[in-house]
T-cell receptor
């Protein structure tokens, strides 16, 4: 079945650091990738949608300068949390799909900012 | 009002019990519907799609009522391994398609 790899799975770093998370589709071409954030006991919230080669479309309330998304190839998208602060600590999950096919989720990245 | 609403639970049931989860959605333009399962600190995994005609996959039965904007999931003969959070998910087309997740219903199956 379709596999989406997300790396790293766990990050702990100091406040002010920028953190990059990678999302790769391993056996299919991901024309669209999604980035979600999930706080404890809350639902997954879509942050942004990115189509390969285009600028990401951000959901309302998500700062595009804070959460930089790059989708430069059909198999890789990156999310960079710039100058991260403790309130950015969360579970970040990517998903990918090829055209109208179902989304496949990565394993998630648990980000902890001290 | 949340776009997708679920009872957060937890539902505590013994092994072998039958348990039902409900979900309502507010966007009448919702196009497709799913139940996902999420284990603690893991990514969500697709459990099954939901169709108006109702569909069954082993011990799991899903129903959709478009008129009432209501979705259900029935689990029969619960197993310990069914303990997880069940997410009601709606695919909405707002110019492009996106998934909207409910907060999930937590199920605890005990021996």
């Amino acid at each position: 079945g379709a596999v989406v790899s997300q790396h790293p799975s766990r990050v702990i770093c100091k406040s002010g650091t920028s953190v990059k998370i990678e999302c790769r589709s391993l056996d299919f071409q991901a024309t669209t990738m999604f980035w979600y954030r999930q706080f404890p006991k809350k639902s997954l919230m879509l942050m942004a949608t990115s189509n390969e080669g285009s600028k990401a479309t951000y959901e309302q309330g998500v700062e595009k300068d804070k959460f930089l998304i790059n989708h430069a190839s059909l198999t890789l998208s990156t999310l960079t949390v710039t100058s991260a602060h403790p309130e950015d600590s969360s579970f970040y999950i990517c998903s990918a799909r090829d055209g109208g096919q179902p989304q496949h989720f990565g394993d998630g990245t648990r980000l902890s900012i001290l | 009002r949340k776009e997708v609403e679920q009872d957060p639970g937890p539902f505590n049931v013994p092994e072998g019990a039958t348990v039902a989860f409900n979900c309502t959605y507010s966007n009448s333009a919702s196009q497709s519907f799913f139940w996902y399962r999420q284990d603690c600190r893991k990514e969500p995994k697709l459990l099954m799609s939901v169709y108006s005609s109702g569909n069954e996959d082993g011990r799991f039965t899903a129903q959709l009522n478009r008129a009432s904007q209501y979705i259900s999931l029935l689990i029969r003969d619960s197993k310990l391994s069914d303990s997880a959070t069940y997410l009601c998910v709606v695919n909405v087309n707002t110019g492009f398609q996106k998934l909207v997740f409910g907060t999930g219903t937590r199920l605890l199956v005990s021996p």
